[in-house]
């Protein structure tokens, strides 16, 4: 008896799901979200880091490749 009377009493999808929206939406507004000066600096701050992790990354490959290569060579 217990166990239909647990499986009657759970929320529905939509039930669950509108729940959801309804506790995001108040999250989001507790957010401190940046004013523009800082979004754009953030920004800047961020595509800076991925070209200098990407010019490091080829460097390092190109690097790798060069190294294989000569080991290759001096060995066959």
Known sequence: MRIVAAVQSKPT???????????ARSELRKVSWPNRKELITYTIVVVVTVVVVAIFSGLVDVL?????????????
């Open 64 to 76: 790798a490749t060069g190294a294989l290569n000569l080991l290759r060579r001096l060995g066959g």
């Open 13 to 23: 999808v939509w039930a669950r799901f509108t729940k959801y929206l309804r506790e």
